[in-house]
Structure formats: C-alpha cells, structure tokens
C-alpha cells in the first residue's frame, strides 16, 4: 500500500481559489496515473490531496513491495518542476507498507473498490510521519523489496499514532 499527500496542502488549499487548487491536483494527478499505467500497481483513490496506489491487488504479483516502492520513486520525480499556486515548489511525502488486506466492491450507490486492514492504516501512517520528498517504508515493506535495488536508509524507531514505535526506512534509487 502506498500513500501520498502534498506537504504544506491544506494551507495552500485555504490560501487560493478552488480552481486553482483543482489545476494542481488535476496536473499531479495526470501525471500520477501514466505513472501507473507503466508499473504492476493499481490505483485504489484519490481523496484530496492523498494519492492511494496498491499492489498485489486485484492481481497477485510476488514482486509487488518493489513494484510499490518503483512507482513511489518515480512519484518523486514527477513532481520536479511542478510549484503550488504561491509558486513554492511542489513537495510530496509518501508512506509504503505491506501485508494482508480485505479487498472488495462496497456500497450500492457509486459502489467503490476498497481495501480494509491494519496495512492501510499503516501505510498512511507512513506517510504522515515521513520526511518531504521522501518515500517511508515500514519494515514489513523493507524486508519484501530486493535490497540490490535500492539505497536504503535505516531512520530508526518512529512513532505511530495509536501504534506505538516502528522501525522504517527511506528508500531511494540506487
């Protein structure tokens, strides 16, 4: 499960018109999902400013942590260049974990595909307690993803809301 949100959004949003908050999520947003399109993951929603992408679901795929962790690094890249409306660059924070989920169509009016689990709420914890330009991945993520694929760092213990101290890490290309 991957989570990503724009650092410093709700000010931003509150600080400038709807419309031009819509051209900015509508641009990231596009370029978000041609991203998608060229990795193994699926895009489960966008609510806001938080982008959520899983892999392994609805198909199986055994590489599915480095999958997540390919389309978060290339999220990164995306957003070079791209600047809030007060012409601040664009930052993200994403948050990657991985683990068992429920997944399935819920509702009868504008039904939805969802996935429930405490690896969701996980992976958005990732996200808040990441650093700016920075892709956060829980140990269960670290311990799935081919170490040869990419310069990790240890950042230690953090603390999760409700979930007590995790180690994590940071990911980047090698």
Do not use: W
């Amino acid at each position: 499960m991957l989570f990503c949100d724009i650092v410093d959004y709700t000010r931003a949003a509150s600080d400038h018109s709807p419309l031009e908050v819509f051209e900015l999520l509508g641009r990231l947003y596009t370029r978000f999902d041609a991203l998608i399109e060229r990795h193994p993951v699926y895009k489960i929603e966008t609510v806001g400013d938080c982008y959520v992408i899983a892999g392994g679901v609805p198909d199986p795929n055994p590489r599915h942590a480095d999958a997540i962790c390919d389309v978060a690094l290339d999220m990164l890249e995306a957003v070079d260049g791209m600047a809030l409306p007060t012409g601040a660059p664009l930052q993200i924070r994403i948050g990657v974990n991985s683990g068992p989920v429920v997944a399935g169509v819920v509702g009868t009016k504008m039904p939805r595909f969802c996935l429930y689990g405490d690896t969701v709420n996980i992976a958005s914890r990732m996200e808040t307690t990441s650093q700016p330009m920075h892709v956060q991945i829980s140990q269960s993520t670290h311990a799935l993803i081919d170490p040869t694929r990419y310069e990790i760092e240890e950042r230690g213990e953090v603390a999760l809301k409700g979930r007590g101290n995790m180690r994590t890490y940071f990911v980047r290309r090698r």
